[in-house]
Structure formats: structure tokens, C-alpha cells
């Protein structure tokens, strides 16, 4: 069955070091995105890929970073900069670009909790 | 500022009771609006999507009507795996060709046996 499959669905880090959230989806979709959601808010958009080796920054993206080299994949990686990174991280695709274009529905995957130790 | 606020930010209702849920916007612009599901723990699922004032959609125990200041979706003689938290988004013109897509927070809604 198609769909996004992001691991690990639990992390946990100690404060100083990197992590990365990895996100692959089979749906063929052009268009990649990041949300980080914390009890009582709304979704926030980290960052968001329309095209393979391309990519923006959304609305939150300080101290996150991602990379887009194949059209499955996009990883999200959580610095040291971040400073408050624990977190529900949720990763979306859409067929195309939303934010460039229509109504797209975004397709979620089940989520990676980041707990900092 | 576009803002997308959603109430009750939790409802708890017995099995067979019907209400209704709602998602107020302030957008200039708006090009859809999404309702969506999500169980704890789970990322969101989709629901409905409308586009202009005065659609409506359903989907079994499920109607999302939309007007130009809110949309409800209600909820008929709701069962217990209806419980889960319902989101609410906007996509609004945000520049150029641009869109934005905005998630109101969320209504919680609990259904007893």
C-alpha cells in the first residue's frame, strides 16, 4: 500500500547532539513536507520541497535542516541550534506543490516523537 | 494576520449525541479548507475538503458545511471510534501564486459508550 513511513516513531536525545527524522514515501508525490506540532498549537511548517534538490524554509525552520536528493526522501534533521526541539514531528506529502498551486490534500505520516533528555 | 480558530477546544459527548464542531477563519483570499482527523499518537487523516461558501460534504456520521466566516462539522449520532482530535486548516493566496496553508489547533472530541 502507498503511503509515508517515518522513523523512528520514538527518539530520544541528549541536549548538544544532532538527530535525524527520516521520511520516505511510495506515493510518488512531487511535493515534501515538515510540521512540528506541540500540545495546544496549531501545525507549524519547518520546511517544504516541491522538487527533488530543492527545498524552503517554512514558517519555524531555526535550527532544523533537510535535504531532498531523491524524490522518496526527506529527511529532517534536528541541530543543536534548536532550542527547544522536543516535539511531534509530522511528515506530509501532497501530488504537487501546495503552496504553489490549488487545493492539494496533504498525505501524513504516523509521526516521530523527539524527547531532549 | 490570517488566523483560524477552532471551538470547543474539547467536547465530550455520549454515543448517539449530535453536535457540532467549528472552525472560524479572519483570511483575505481563501482557496480551500481542510478537516481533518487525527488519533493520538497518529499523524492526520483527511477528511473533507470546500472550497466556496455554501458547500457541503459527508462522509458517513460526517457533514463539514462552510460559509464566508467559519465552517462546521457536524456530527450525527457520533460512536466511540469517532473519538479524536479534528483539525481544521485553511489555504489562503499568500503572495504572487503563492499559497499558505494555516491549522487551527484543534477540537478534541470524546465519545462515550
Known amino acids: 500500500d502507498g503511503g509515508i513511513t517515518q522513523s523512528p516513531k520514538y527518539l530520544f536525545r541528549k541536549e548538544g547532539q544532532n538527530v535525524t527524522l527520516s521520511c520516505e514515501q511510495n506515493?510518488?508525490?512531487?511535493?515534501m513536507y515538515w510540521y512540528r506540532q506541540d500540545p495546544g498549537q496549531g501545525l507549524r511548517l519547518i520546511y517544504y520541497s516541491q522538487i527533488v534538490n530543492d527545498f524552503q524554509k517554512g514558517d519555524i525552520a531555526e535550527g532544523y535542516s533537510v535535504s531532498r536528493e531523491k524524490k522518496e526522501s526527506f529527511p529532517l534533521t534536528v541541530t543543536s541550534a534548536q532550542k527547544n526541539p522536543t516535539a511531534f514531528y509530522l511528515c506530509?506529502?501532497?501530488?504537487?506543490?501546495?503552496?504553489?498551486?490549488?487545493?492539494?490534500?496533504?498525505?501524513f505520516g504516523a509521526g516521530s516523537r523527539l524527547t531532549v533528555l | 494576520e490570517d488566523q483560524v480558530t477552532q471551538s470547543p477546544e474539547a467536547l465530550r459527548l455520549q454515543e448517539g449525541e449530535s453536535s457540532s464542531l467549528n472552525c472560524s477563519y479572519t483570511v483575505s483570499g481563501l482557496r480551500g479548507l481542510f478537516w481533518y482527523r487525527q488519533d493520538p499518537g497518529k499523524g492526520p487523516e483527511f477528511l473533507f475538503t470546500l472550497y466556496s461558501a455554501g458547500e457541503e460534504k459527508e462522509k458517513e456520521r460526517l457533514k463539514a458545511t462552510l460559509t464566508k466566516k467559519e465552517s462546521f462539522l457536524h456530527i450525527t449520532a457520533p460512536k466511540p471510534e469517532d473519538s479524536a482530535t479534528y483539525l481544521c486548516a485553511v489555504q489562503v493566496l499568500s503572495g504572487g501564486s503563492n499559497y499558505k496553508l494555516t491549522f487551527g489547533k484543534g477540537t478534541l472530541l470524546t465519545v462515550n459508550p
Open positions: 506530509a506529502s501532497s501530488i504537487e506543490g501546495l503552496l504553489f498551486s490549488g487545493a492539494n490534500v496533504l498525505t
Open positions: 506515493l510518488n508525490h512531487d511535493a
